[in-house]
């Protein structure tokens, strides 16, 4: 997982300040991801079994495509296999004028496989507000209208709300994952 971040060319320091932001609130993104999509599973009749860590972090010695999903699988006991991995989870805008807000932004890459880990039974992108370019066969979600920040200095004056404004698009991300998979 990537982590937080803006997407935008000077974004390091604006990075930082909303993951500090979010550590201070307390928000862990996977968590909300997951708690949002077992429920939703459990709902469509599924048992999930979790491995830990749920996504492995930034030095992780797993061999990754260019989606940040595993290149190979090893055979599990289970009915079958789900990766996922947020390329992109923070606030970003589709550019730098007045009619390109700041506004909550997942992005999660998916692959279900047979239990051996050789058979692709589904894999696609969930976009929680599209703002990359080259993604047009990914699945897009809007963003909640709510949080919408016209520049970086309103998304930082917004301080606390910015950060409520990103579990609903994790919560959005896995529900759409969620139908995705109903049977």
């Known amino acids: ?8 060319a000077n974004r390091s320091p604006k990075s930082k300040w909303l993951k500090s932001q979010v550590a201070t609130a307390g928000l862990d993104p996977v968590e909300v991801f997951k708690s949002a999509f077992d429920v939703a599973m459990r709902e469509n009749g599924y048992a999930l079994v979790w491995s830990e860590p749920v996504m492995e972090g930034d030095n992780a010695s797993t061999r990754r495509d260019i989606a940040g999903l595993r290149k190979a699988y090893i055979a599990s006991s289970h009915d079958a296999q789900l990766d996922v991995n947020f390329g992109f989870i923070g606030y970003a805008a589709a550019g730098s004028g007045d009619g390109a807000p700041y506004r909550p932004t997942a992005v999660l890459s ?4 047979s239990a051996d880990g050789r058979d692709v039974l589904f894999e696609d992108q969930i976009i929680y507000n599209s703002v990359f370019p080259g993604r047009p066969k990914a699945i897009t979600l809007n963003p909640d209208p709510r949080y919408r920040y016209p520049d970086f200095d309103d998304l930082k004056a917004a301080g606390p709300t910015a950060v409520e404004g990103l579990p609903p698009a994790f919560t959005a991300v896995a529900l759409e994952l969620a139908r995705q998979l109903k049977p």
């Open 1 to 8: 997982m990537i982590g937080i971040a803006i997407a935008e």
């Open 110 to 113: 998916v692959r279900l496989l």
